[in-house]
């Protein structure tokens, strides 16, 4: 299981289910008529004045501008990855592309050993729960993702070179999994979320997850910091040690993925 802290965990998880995160491909396969739908909505906000279709923004500055470039940007990645068939995962290139726009400088193809860095060795083991089974796939997605961006000429020209970036990722598997395993690197919502995964909650299950987080805050406040460290207090009031962070979602259950030939 993945998981990563983003947004509050019930909402993210009826949005994810309910369709509106899969790409194209995937939601076609489960229901064609919405998929229709989906790619005609998507190639109206791209459409120009002329009535033309345009090219993204790759350095979005607005929530709209973002959803065009990454629905785009993700849906051709997944085309090339099953054109040439490497494997990926369910959702291509998420990750990467929401932590580039949200975390680091907005723009999605422009891409330097700096950006790996703060992204695999500070946001990942930061956010993101991820199965020690599954930690050899999340560097070879980001090559298979600087590939695409390098083969389709859509790397932006000020990047490091990609044979830079793919050497650099190549050194980064020890630092990725020395980081990864540091719990002091934790965020709030990954150490709570760790947590309740380890009592067997459920995340994907809400009167399971209200259920811990009623039970959590009740605990005394020394085992409360115990698994988030010490709680923030404020000079106004005393403080309860009463804590509702971020959710970390569970992404879906992987299908059987494609390998690279």
Known sequence: MVVTVTVPLWDWYKYRVEGAEQ??????????????????????????????MREPDWEPETEKGYEVARVELKNRF?????????????????????????????RMTRWTSGDLDEIYLELHPAKMIIGEDELDGVLPEAKAFITFLAETGLLDPTSDPADVLLEHLDG??????????????????????????????????????NAFMQDFNRRPVSERERVLGRLPTSPNRKATGRFTPPGTPPRPKQPAKRRRR
């Open 78 to 106: 997944a085309a090339w990855c099953a054109d040439n068939g490497t494997e990926i995962d369910a959702d291509p290139g998420e990750t990467l592309i929401h932590y580039k726009w949200g975390y680091l400088d907005r």
């Open 23 to 52: 790409n194209t491909t995937g939601l076609a396969r489960a229901n064609p008529a919405a998929a229709i739908q989906r790619v005609r909505r998507h190639a109206r906000m791209r459409m120009g004045e002329d009535g033309r």
């Open 172 to 209: 980064m598997d020890g630092p990725f999994r020395k980081n990864m395993a540091d719990t002091s690197r934790y965020s709030f919502g990954k150490r709570l979320w760790s947590t309740a995964m380890s009592e067997g909650v459920q995340l994907d299950d809400e009167q399971a997850v």
